[in-house]
């Protein structure tokens, strides 16, 4: 997607606002396929929306969560590349992802922890970030943006694979030489 909001290189005062809706999806749905995000930033000049992987296809990390935090995640790194620094809304329909990113759930799984970490480094970067739950019928667009990665993906990983340009790993990989 092209970048239709401030020019580059423009400061926005900090008590300029703007809402994100981030979303993960994942095939299938309990992990080790494909997991992908998406997002979109709002309000104070800016517009964007951006899809795509949130980790290399067949990793055992490839699951629904990884792709929600991932999407909160790349949407922070979006707006602090554009030198933004004032407050951030965040919209996400993971109650999960919210609860752990609010305190009011621990992060368990050892293969959270590190995106909980990021997340809340890059939150630092902000004058507030504030995160809200709201349900997936009013998160559509980044919804559909990860769906759409999804469709887009998962295709061409299945292709990927058969093709072994993927080891079982789920690390990409050069195909390996037939004399190897």
């Not at 305190?103 to 939150?123: C, D, I, M, N, P």
């Not at 809200?132 to 919804?143: G, H, L, V």
Request: hydrophobic share 35%; charged share 25%.
């Amino acid at each position: 997607m092209e970048d239709l909001g401030v020019p580059r290189g423009v400061a926005i005062p900090e008590t300029q606002e703007v809402q994100v809706h981030f979303d993960g999806a994942c095939q299938p749905p309990r992990g080790g396929g494909v997991s992908t995000y998406g997002f979109v930033v709002e309000g104070a000049g800016l517009f964007y929306e951006e899809c795509g992987l949130a980790v290399p296809p067949f990793s055992e990390h490839a699951t629904n969560n990884v792709g929600e935090y991932v999407g909160a995640i790349r949407a922070l790194e979006w707006l602090s590349s554009r030198r933004f620094r004032g407050r951030v809304l965040l919209f996400g329909d993971s109650q999960l992802v919210i609860r752990q990113i609010s305190g009011e759930y621990a992060v368990r799984k050892e293969h959270l922890k590190e995106y909980h970490r990021w997340l809340t480094t890059l939150s630092k970067g902000f004058s507030e970030v504030r995160f809200e739950w709201i349900p997936r019928t009013q998160n559509s667009r980044a919804d559909e943006l990860s769906k759409q990665a999804l469709a887009e993906h998962a295709a061409q990983a299945s292709k990927s694979r058969a093709g072994r340009g993927l080891r079982e790993t789920g690390v990409y990989v050069n195909p390996v030489p037939d004399d190897l």
